[in-house]
């Protein structure tokens, strides 16, 4: 039998309800697939601040380092807020994303048929698309020193090394070939001698990926075509910041918040979340969608233990669950058939995970 250790980070707000449901498909996962998933639970966020007095104990960063992935609900709320910002729960995050060094953030934006009405945009603008955006999530601005701030003047630097690019577009390019084979590249590179730089290493990378088609584009008409004609695209490869803005614009493209999965990948142990927060307007009432969160157990199967069949039958299970006509409050507007609660959509999926 299959052997996996995962750690699991539930977190604030509704945090501990979306985690438990995905425990929850997992142990279906592992009932049909003969695994044996072992959790070992870590603190982060307001709940570690609460137990330990810091966002991010030691325990929890040692911990996720002995496992062979790390799933995690959401942090923070009011409770914490007027903290120092050392002591804050996002700290915590940041500390943590750093240390297990996940130099990778994959954030799929998927429309689901069933929902295509959830979207702010036209039906046929947005059915069917599958977008991946690759953002690189431990360089460029949000990172590069000198960085200052007085009163009178402030700056930070944007700074990526020929590694830190390779790395990210290797990535990239290899999410690519398992898909329709296409990386856009979005940059600034017009503007930016960090983007020309980021320009020249990601055209030298796709030399060793020859199925698979490269373009560039720039970040604001990046962002344009987003909008105007979201099925162009299939992998975008982006640097930090630029990946922050856009993968958020791609992800409401599908409407809901409460469906969409993320991976930190690139080191040894990767770290798999839903995009959105810790919902403390709805924690505790068992309204919260807990479809991000079972979305990302299944990109922590497919990225981070290779079990790509598990994978892939979560997402079916998931579609299903939609196209049945089973919905959350979040998206009870959209051709519900029936609304459950978060315990109940998770014993759905779980239970069309034996089947589908
Ligand atoms: P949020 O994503 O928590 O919530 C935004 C809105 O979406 C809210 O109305 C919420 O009820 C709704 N929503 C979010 N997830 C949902 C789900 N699964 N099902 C149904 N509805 C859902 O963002 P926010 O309100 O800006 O932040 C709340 C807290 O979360 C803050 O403390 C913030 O710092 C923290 N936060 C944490 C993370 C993280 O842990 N990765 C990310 C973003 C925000």
Redesign the pocket.
Known sequence: MKQYKIGIIK?????PE?VDEAINVLDAVAARFGFNFEYHEFLL??AAIDETGVPLPEETLKGVQKVDAVL???????K??NLERHLR??TG?LGLRKAMGTFANLRPAIVYDELVNASTLKPEVVKGVDIMVVRELTGGIYFGKPREYTPNKAYNTMVYTKEEIERIAKVAFEIAQKRSKRVTSVDKANVLEVSQLWREVVEEVSKDYPDVELTHMYVDNAAMQLIRDPKQFDVIVTGNIFGDILSDAASMLSG????LPSASIGSKVGLY??????????AGQG???????IASAAMMLKYGLNEIEAADTIDRAIKKVLADGYR???IAAFDAKEVVS?TEMGSIIANYVAKV
């Open positions: 977190g604030d707000g509704i945090g979306i966020g307001g995690f609900g959401a942090i923070g709320g009011p914490w807020d729960p996002e995050l809901s918040i409460g469906l979340e839903p995009i959105h927060g810790s919902a403390p307007d709805i309204i919260a969608n807990p479809i991000a969160t959350t409050k979040d978060t």
